[in-house]
C-alpha cells in the first residue's frame, strides 16, 4: 500500500514540477533546465528508494525477531 502511495506522489509531483510540458521527454528536459528542480527530483527519487530499503530492512528484522521467538 505504501509502494502504491508512493508511485502516485512520485508520478504526480514529476507531473507538477514539468509544469505545461507534461509529456516524457520535454518532462525531463524542463527538469533539467531548472536545477533546483534537479536537486528536487533528486531528493524525492532518493527518499522514495530509502522508504522503500527501510521497510524490506524492518520486514527482515520482523521476521527474523519473530522466528526466534516462536522458536524452530
Known amino acids: 500500500?505504501?509502494?502504491?502511495f508512493m508511485l502516485v506522489f512520485l508520478t504526480l509531483w514529476l507531473l507538477w514540477a514539468s509544469g505545461p510540458?507534461?509529456?516524457?521527454?520535454?518532462?525531463l528536459r524542463n527538469i533539467s533546465?531548472?536545477?533546483?528542480?534537479?536537486i528536487m527530483?533528486?531528493?524525492?527519487?532518493?527518499f522514495v528508494i530509502y522508504i522503500s530499503v527501510i521497510e524490506d530492512i524492518l520486514r527482515g528484522i520482523v521476521l527474523i525477531v519473530g522466528g526466534s521467538i516462536r522458536g524452530p
Open 41 to 46: 527530483t533528486g531528493i524525492v527519487t532518493g
Open 21 to 27: 510540458a507534461v509529456t516524457g521527454p520535454l518532462a
Open 1 to 4: 500500500m505504501r509502494k502504491l
Open 33 to 38: 533546465k531548472s536545477p533546483l528542480m534537479h
